[in-house]
């Protein structure tokens, strides 16, 4: 049984940061793309970032135009882990952020093509 497991939200000022968490199981995600959704209260789940095998160990990073520069995606492969680094949060940042795993057809920045989901963690930046 495949299951995504977030942490590591929670509290922060502007301009801090923080990086959350995901644990993979029951398969192995090397191959498949994964990322990051969020979304905030009212407002629909919008695409944060995501990760695409290029073949090797060679991986490629998308980030939406809102956290360029701010935030970046990354995995282990070896423990099955999916990290978001967080810096220079700001208020708008707020949300409830998702991890997720194999978009059908690839397209990454449509969540409702992805086949599994993470519960969620709360982040909570403030002025």
């Known amino acids: 049984q495949v299951q995504l497991v977030e942490s590591g939200g929670g509290l922060v000022q502007a301009g801090g940061s923080l990086r959350i968490s995901c644990a993979a199981s029951?398969?192995?995600?090397?191959?498949?793309?994964m990322g990051w959704f969020r979304q905030a209260p009212g407002k629909e789940r919008e695409f944060v970032a995501a990760t695409t095998w290029s073949g090797g160990n060679t991986y490629d990073g998308i980030h939406a135009d809102s956290v360029k520069g701010r935030f970046t995606i990354y995995r282990d492969n070896a423990k099955n882990m999916l990290y978001l680094q967080m810096n220079s949060l700001k208020p708008e940042d707020t949300a409830v952020y998702y991890c997720a795993a194999d978009p059908v057809g690839g397209n990454v920045r449509t969540w409702t093509l992805y086949n599994y989901w993470g519960q969620g963690t709360q982040i909570t930046v403030s002025s």
């Open positions: 029951g398969r192995t995600f090397k191959t498949s793309i």
